[in-house]
């Protein structure tokens, strides 16, 4: 059974910071992109940014030069560095991942909630 859980959620201020991290645990073989999505309420779920086991990455234009995406493949563990914060960072972030076990699938973790407020 593989899982992704996430941790890091919280509540901060405008302009504070967060850092998420996202564990794959389970059987499988491979892992090959990792990444973060978020919902907002009444919004659609959004890609947050993703990498590839090279190290090649892929933002959001609204979070780019804030939030770093990176990944320790030993460990099997994606993490998301968000700075600078907004308001309108407010979501639940997913954690996803496709990953080789029976047969590759994308995974998806339970979510944490980020919530920017004063």
């Known amino acids: 059974q593989v899982q992704l859980v996430e941790s890091g959620g919280g509540l901060v201020q405008p302009g504070g910071s967060l850092r998420l991290s996202c564990a794959a645990s389970?059987?499988?073989?491979?892992?090959?992109?990792m990444g973060w999505y978020r919902q907002a309420p009444g919004k659609e779920r959004e890609l947050v940014a993703h990498i590839r086991g090279s190290g090649n990455t892929n933002y959001a234009d609204s979070v780019k030069g804030r939030f770093t995406i990176s990944r320790t493949n030993a460990e099997n563990t994606v993490y998301l560095q968000m700075d600078s914060l907004k308001p309108e960072d407010t979501a639940v972030y997913y954690c996803n991942a496709m990953i080789a076990s029976t047969s590759w699938r994308i995974y998806w973790g339970q979510g944490t909630q980020v919530t920017v407020s004063s």
């Open positions: 389970g059987t499988f073989f491979n892992i090959d992109f």
